[in-house]
């Protein structure tokens, strides 16, 4: 079947010497049981201690490499996004090491570059700095707060530098909390100037409206990679676990370049907990809570208003909201203080315990506070904190 869009080639995408690679074969890329004597382990087990905790861990086989492919992970997390197979899905260390390998394997160092929209998520332009590649910037439309991709602008951007490979989309954003349509990702992917890929991280996605995912695009689209984890909206941060979510000529090469045991066997043991059906229910159920618990913080802060706040930001399509802090004394929601909204930021921290997120340095957020969506209890603390802080700045 061809490649689609036809202006596309994955081989043009990827570094040569990537594309010439031969991956690391580990023991347990060839066998998985039997008397293991392949790997150098520990045949005598592992030395923690026993605890109370032990229990939950025994049936790991701790002093075992784990298994590379973890192919039951990735058809539960296939199964769950509708994907056809495990072949279109790649498990990383959070999607932090999905966008440092992607730049490993498609950009050349200290030649190529990345597209990103400010305000976005900063481990895109880390990344690019850690492997010595130029970010060129086209800003999100920011007027009304609308938080969208200036697309005219960046393909004229894509046009003028033919040495971009990737283009970076937060949907929703962080710290915007804004979708990004597919009618937009596809205007990009369909772009026939540009012969890289397009990455859409969707950390929040499954706090946005149904329907909204860009995984519904990879069937048709080769140059989409669409990143996700099971950080934000399961719950387990601790256990860093992402994936890229692509067709299968994209995703080989990512599991040829990887470390051969990226995902323990604890994370994969917990995550497949996670992608049982009851798991998944347990997800829609918080990531529900956490929508309408969201919709009542932004009623609340409206009513602090006449204390110097704005009405919150963006499109709120994550587990957090944008607040804009005004000056002292007005109401007008584009009186907004850099300054106060620091002060806020630590007499919230530092004297009344509850630790939000300055974001007023980033494009389109001047003065803005970036708050979670916690617990009923946290929200109400929260709310009275904030409203004592603004009280006294």
């Not at 066998?31 to 790997?39: E, F, N, P, R």
């Not at 923690?48 to 492919?69: E, F, M, V």
């Not at 256990?239 to 979510?245: D, K, S």
Request: aromatic content about 6%; hydrophobic content about 40%; glycine content about 6%.
């Amino acid at each position: 079947m061809p490649s689609f869009p036809p202006h596309f080639s994955l081989e043009s995408v990827i570094r040569p010497n990537i594309l010439a690679l031969q991956p690391y074969r580990c023991a347990r890329d060839d066998y998985q049981s039997g008397i293991l004597l392949d790997a150098n382990e520990n045949a005598l087990g592992h030395s923690i201690p026993k605890t109370n905790g032990l229990d939950l861990y025994a049936s790991s086989q701790l002093h075992r490499y784990p298994d590379p492919s973890q192919i039951a992970v990735k058809t539960g997390v296939a199964s769950m996004r509708n994907l056809p197979s495990p072949d279109h899905v790649f498990l990383g260390v959070g999607s932090d090491e999905v966008i440092d390998l992607l730049m490993r394997v498609c950009c050349i160092p200290a030649h190529d570059k990345i597209l990103i929209t400010p305000p976005t998520y900063g481990m895109y332009s880390v990344c690019a700095q850690t492997n010595d590649l130029k970010v060129e910037r086209v800003n999100l439309d920011v007027v009304d707060t609308a938080f969208q991709p200036e697309l005219d602008k960046m393909k004229a951007q894509i046009l003028a530098d033919p040495t971009i490979k990737l283009v970076f989309l937060c949907s929703p954003g962080n710290p915007t909390g804004t979708l990004i349509s597919l009618a937009s990702i596809k205007s990009l992917l369909e772009f026939p100037d540009f012969k890289g890929i397009v990455v859409v991280d969707e950390a929040y996605i499954d706090f946005a409206p149904g329907e909204s995912t860009a995984v519904s695009l990879i069937p048709r689209y080769a140059n989409l990679c669409v990143l996700q984890t099971l950080s934000k909206s399961f719950g387990l941060a601790a256990i860093r676990l992402g994936m890229a979510l692509a067709q299968p000529p994209l995703i080989r090469i990512l599991s040829n370049t990887k470390a051969p045991y990226n995902i323990s066997a604890l994370t994969a043991s917990l995550a497949l907990s996670a992608l049982t059906p009851e798991g998944i229910d347990n997800m829609k159920s918080k990531a529900g809570q956490l929508v309408r618990s969201r919709g009542d913080i932004i009623t609340r802060i409206e009513s602090l208003r006449p204390l110097g706040v704005g009405s919150v930001i963006g499109g709120n399509h994550a587990n957090f909201v944008l607040v804009p802090i005004l000056k002292h004394g007005s109401t007008r929601d584009e009186d907004r203080d850099n300054d106060r909204s620091k002060r806020v930021y630590y007499k919230l921290a530092e004297e009344l315990g509850v630790v939000v997120r300055y974001r007023g340095g980033e494009y389109g957020c001047e003065g803005c506070l970036r708050i979670t969506i916690g617990t009923e209890e946290e929200n109400d603390i929260m709310l009275a904190r904030l409203e004592k802080a603004l009280k006294e700045t």
